[in-house]
């Protein structure tokens, strides 16, 4: 069965700081991989996808940045990070060529202070 | 670029009471529409998928949600509500033409079902 991990859980960092979280997914390969923010009362915006290794499409101008080591692995990753990158930010993925989200992460509650 | 609107951010209910969450989206080609769920302190799943073929479509837990084309609208509903479907419900669309068939969300309903 495929399964979708994210880590850290939570994450407290001052402005200026670096970032770094990961995404791995297991039991599918070659999948679609997104990072997702979730803001409360504005559902989830797109960040990032990526249909392949080393293949990322941004979505928003921002702070953040994606990258795709390995087929199963997503990182968002930031240098410097602004207050106003605190957020609920979520790893997804779908199967190549279906329609809609296989599964979402658990999710990091980032808080920048 | 397509959009989706929720119009009701918070709905609060009683037990066995009836259960409509409107839904509407701007795209006028093809569309895939979804409705997501979000228990309290769970992870985000699927509820309902519309794709092709009957309008209407039954997902788990006693949901079922209209695709009216005419309208741009994909409403969720649930006869009967139970304390257990407190939650944030969340409509998507994706597109044939969305890249990577990345999914467009709508600001979410929370729902509360008093029991």
């Known amino acids: 069965s495929q399964t979708i991990h994210q880590w850290p859980a939570t994450l407290v960092q001052p402005v200026g700081s670096p970032l770094s979280l990961e995404c791995t997914v297991e039991?599918?390969?070659?999948?679609?991989l997104y990072w997702y923010r979730q803001a409360a009362g504005r559902g989830l915006q797109l960040l990032f996808y990526s249909v392949g290794i080393g293949q990322i499409s941004s979505e928003v101008p921002q702070n953040l940045s994606a990258s795709r080591p390995q087929d199963r692995q997503f990182i968002l990753s930031s240098k410097k990070l602004l207050l106003s990158d605190s957020g609920f930010y979520l790893c997804?993925?779908?199967?190549?060529?279906?329609?809609?989200?296989?599964?979402f992460g658990p999710g990091t509650r980032l808080t920048v202070t | 670029a397509q959009s989706v609107s929720q119009h009701n951010h918070h709905v609060i209910l009683s037990e066995a009471a009836s259960l409509e969450l409107g839904c509407n989206y701007s795209?006028?080609?093809?569309?895939?529409l979804f409705w997501y769920v979000q228990y309290p302190g769970q992870h985000l799943q699927l509820l309902l998928k519309y794709l092709s073929g009957d309008p209407l479509v039954k997902g788990i837990k006693g949901f079922e949600a209209e695709f009216i084309k005419s309208k741009f609208s994909f409403n969720l509903r649930k006869p009967s509500v139970q304390w257990s479907d407190t939650a944030e419900y969340f409509c998507?669309?994706?597109?044939?033409?969305?890249?990577?068939?990345?999914?467009?969300f709508g600001g979410g309903t929370r729902v509360l079902v008093k029991p």
């Open positions: 997804a993925w779908s199967e190549m060529g279906l329609a809609g989200l296989g599964y």
């Open positions: 998507a669309v994706t597109t044939f033409k969305a890249a990577g068939n990345k999914l467009t």
């Open positions: 795209y006028g080609g093809t569309v895939n």
């Open positions: 039991g599918t390969s070659n999948p679609n």
